[in-house]
């Protein structure tokens, strides 16, 4: 009869080891109940066929950029979002519509340098030296005319890898492997970038600033690139230095990895993160508290659930 008795129904005081008594003594067992083990048992081999194993950041499949053009890759959106207007003909207000920010002289001239490499498809022009133009260059080049979405949210990941914070804006992609991408890093987005990074997502995470400008940057980038590729490869890529460099001459963009820009803003940063390019905001020096005025209003964080800083 005691032998049916299910564990809470037994006449016996519960062992305080419960499951995890190892007492073989039988008068133990005669004095203290304890749960069945067989079904213990039970319950460990349902729970280990469900055990997920998370992947390591650069295995990640989220930490893939979204595309709006592809539809596997985009995130949900709220079904209360509007949709964007009609794009604008002029490439500059269009490119301000899906982004939200203005780009830089650099960006536009970078865009008729590469036209002049390959008139047919300026964002392939430095593709024998492992880099292709993206992100607001989609809009030059006409590659998000067949995205079918026009949602605004969308668009302001376009090309944003998992673990890129929103002040680093990509604009060229390198090598899939390590996924290292260039961008401009703005610590405002109503001020022009403060320069131009690289991030290699399947690596750190760290965006490491190359310099004032997006040519400073790739000329940096195609330095690196001849202390390690082969003789034939380095005549391609001397080529294409060659003829950036006089570009830049011509227009006066200054090629220096370290600017006096970037060195003055260096000096407004007040306080490190986990990417390492910093943090400016205006700062008080009497409260010593600094911060950023959000877009959304009070009432509207509220709402979300979030907390007012």
């Not at 305080?16 to 008068?27: A, I, R, V």
């Amino acid at each position: 009869m005691e032998a049916r008795l299910t564990c809470e129904e037994a006449p016996r005081l519960l062992c305080k080891y419960g499951q995890k008594c190892y007492q073989t003594n039988p008068l133990h067992h005669q004095k203290y109940k304890h749960p069945p083990k067989r079904k213990i048992e039970a319950k460990v081999g349902v729970a280990s066929k469900k055990k997920k194993t998370v992947a390591p950041p650069g295995n990640n499949e989220r930490n893939v950029p979204v595309l709006v053009e592809d539809e596997c890759k985009v995130l949900s959106v709220p079904e209360e979002e509007e949709d964007l207007p009609p794009t604008p003909e002029n490439e500059n207000e269009a490119i301000k519509q899906k982004f939200l920010v203005d780009m830089p002289e650099d960006f536009y001239s970078f865009w008729s340098f590469c036209k002049s490499l390959s008139p047919d498809k300026p964002e392939e022009a430095l593709k024998d030296v492992g880099l292709l133009l993206v992100g607001p260059f989609d809009i030059l080049s006409g590659n998000l005319k067949k995205a079918k979405t026009r949602k605004l949210s969308l668009y302001l990941i376009h090309w944003r890898y998992y673990y890129d914070p929103p002040e680093f804006q990509t604009v060229v992609k390198g090598d899939d492997t390590k996924q290292y991408h260039m961008g401009y890093f703005r610590d405002d987005p109503q001020e022009p970038p403060c320069f131009v990074a690289r991030n290699c997502a399947a690596i750190d995470c760290t965006i490491t600033p190359m310099a004032e400008n997006i040519f400073g940057a790739v000329n940096a980038y195609l330095d690196a690139m001849k202390g390690k590729c082969d003789p034939f490869q380095k005549m391609k890529v001397s080529k294409v230095q060659n003829s950036l460099k006089s570009w830049a001459k011509d227009n006066n963009f200054v090629l220096d990895v370290l600017s006096e820009a970037m060195k003055a803003r260096n000096k407004k940063v007040v306080t490190k993160t986990f990417h390492n390019a910093g943090l400016v905001v205006p700062w008080n020096k009497k409260t010593e508290l600094g911060y950023r005025k959000l877009i959304e209003t009070d009432a509207n964080t509220e709402e979300c659930g979030g907390e007012q800083l």
